[in-house]
């Protein structure tokens, strides 16, 4: 992510890093301790699962 793009402060540079990590890193990389599903997938299974 950092490599991409140039930045003025070191705020922009941190409010990036946290856009990638929150909005794609963690929200759809598969993990292996969630059975290889993505930690959305696997909210959704849960949710589903409640029947709700």
Do not use: K
Not at 5 to 34: A, C, K, M, W
């Amino acid at each position: 992510e950092t490599n991409r793009r140039n930045f003025r402060t070191y705020r922009d540079l941190y409010h990036s890093v946290f856009q990638y990590i929150e909005g794609f890193y963690n929200s759809r990389r598969p993990h292996g301790s969630l059975g290889y599903l993505t930690p959305d997938e696997m909210e959704a299974t849960f949710w589903d699962r409640q029947g709700i």
